[in-house]
């Protein structure tokens, strides 16, 4: 059987004006993930509603990402698998619809160059910092056309409390995101 652990998580654009602030466009945003099926195959899937902001952060110059990804969103395989994954042994998704990811704040500057992405993963209730690689972000012209943030970690879902099949299916879970940005002026 399968089971995934989610993910979301979201990142900010480039540096522009300080009243400026960025949507994260959902119909063009998706957070995916594999996890290993009895070391010989994977379990793969994705979230098609990932939102949220990306605003100015604490401290001059800094970024912080606040993200939701609808647990309902899910697509697998098979529509056996999704009500599988849906269930109290894994997402809790009558309980639990919405994983929320929240930042640290991350300074414009480090956009421009491959680097971590670091802050809180809320899911099934429980709260635990992650971290993602973050590829280098070029959003100068983001008032122009779009930019897409590209990022990738790892969580364990036992943290999370998804502790089923565990013979079956690997704690480690991968998740890659794609985040398209549009920028808001306020």
Known sequence: MRR??????????????????????PANSQATFR????????????????????KSGPHPDSWVVDATIAVNSIAMSSSRMRQWVMTPAFFDAEHHPVIHFVSDPIAH????HSGTLSGYLTLRGVTAPVHFAMWPVHCER??????QIVLHGHVHRSVFGMVSDRLALSDNVDLNLRITLQREIR
Do not use: K
């Open 4 to 25: 995934i652990a989610p993910c979301l998580l979201l990142l900010p654009a480039l540096a522009v004006a300080s009243q400026t602030e960025y949507r994260i466009d």
């Open 142 to 147: 983001l008032a122009l056309e779009p930019c």
């Open 109 to 112: 500057g480090e956009l421009d």
């Open 35 to 54: 996890v290993r099926l009895l070391w010989l195959d994977s379990v793969n899937g994705h979230f098609n509603q990932v939102d949220g902001d990306v």
